[in-house]
């Protein structure tokens, strides 16, 4: 018996020491979008169904780093102490928070707390959607705040924004710290190529929501990235042609009560895009 032990103690220093010879194995590659100038994020609105923890443990799977923060993670009547507390939950998970919104305002007084509440969160970007008529009163608010503003278009479904034509003609002679969130979804589905519009429109686009949809016109409906009608491969390839500096958030909104799967074929397959089209 004693024997035994011995041989079992020798055969386990000999394994333990084969494998202290052995290489360290090669550790992953780092995302693709890091050597571009253009970040992935995620817009806060996929997580509509999910608490914050949740959300970063979902964008720590996925290697995400930039969150658009929604006020059903962070209310607008936060307390200092309460945004502290957020912004450090984020730090250990790795992930920053670029941005605020999209926040609806209909009256002066919402667009008033918008801003204040960007600048107690410690952001310098809104992104918006305000009434037509309170765009002059948004201009003075960005020149006061010298803060971006970045109009969120929703495609055929509202009245508001319908395209980055839309946010294009309203804001071309307001202050140009205002522009646009370019949902490539919405924008396909109002019937316009979001490609030609990023080209077209590229100082005035502050953000982006990435996705997909099924069709260009409102009966076209949301689907994981690769599998709609969107030209994915141009659109990475005009972000690189046009110098674009800010992040391209996923906002999935299919099966948003069971996203996960969806996300991260999503990231993945827009980051494969990334990489192909670099060489």
Not at 132 to 148: A, G, I, M, S, T
Not at 206 to 223: A, R
Request: charged letters at 25%; aromatic letters at 10%; a neutral charge.
């Amino acid at each position: 018996m004693k024997r035994i032990f011995l041989l079992a103690i020798l055969l386990a220093t000999h394994l333990l020491a084969a494998e202290a010879q052995q290489p360290a194995r090669p550790g992953e590659r780092p995302a693709p979008e890091t050597t571009e100038k253009f970040k992935v994020g995620m817009a806060g609105y996929t997580f509509r169904h999910f608490d914050l923890d949740k959300t970063l443990e979902v964008m720590q799977k996925a290697d995400v780093h930039y969150l658009c923060i929604k006020d059903f993670h962070l209310p607008l009547n936060s307390s200092d102490e309460q945004i502290a507390a957020f912004h450090a939950t984020l730090k250990a998970k790795g992930v920053t928070g670029y941005a605020v919104g999209p926040i609806y305002m209909k009256t002066k007084e919402e667009i008033d707390n918008a801003f204040d509440y960007a600048r107690r969160v410690g952001v310098t970007m809104i992104v918006g959607v305000p009434n037509y008529e309170l765009l002059p009163y948004v201009d003075q608010k960005v020149k006061e705040y010298d803060f971006r503003y970045a109009i969120h278009l929703h495609g055929p479904d509202m009245p508001l924004y319908p395209d980055a034509d839309d946010v294009w003609n309203n804001v071309k002679n307001l202050d140009p710290r205002i522009g646009m969130c370019l949902d490539i979804g919405h924008d396909t589905r109002n019937g316009k190529d979001p490609v030609k519009d990023l080209k077209k429109y590229h100082s005035r686009v502050f953000d982006i929501h990435i996705k997909d949809v099924t069709g260009p016109s409102k009966e076209g409906y949301s689907v994981e990235i690769g599998r709609g009608v969107i030209d994915i491969p141009s659109f990475v390839k005009m972000l690189r042609k046009v110098g674009y500096t800010g992040v391209c958030s996923l906002e999935h909104e299919k099966s948003m009560q069971d996203p996960f799967m969806g996300i991260a074929e999503s990231i993945g397959y827009f980051r494969g895009v990334i990489e192909a089209t670099r060489r």
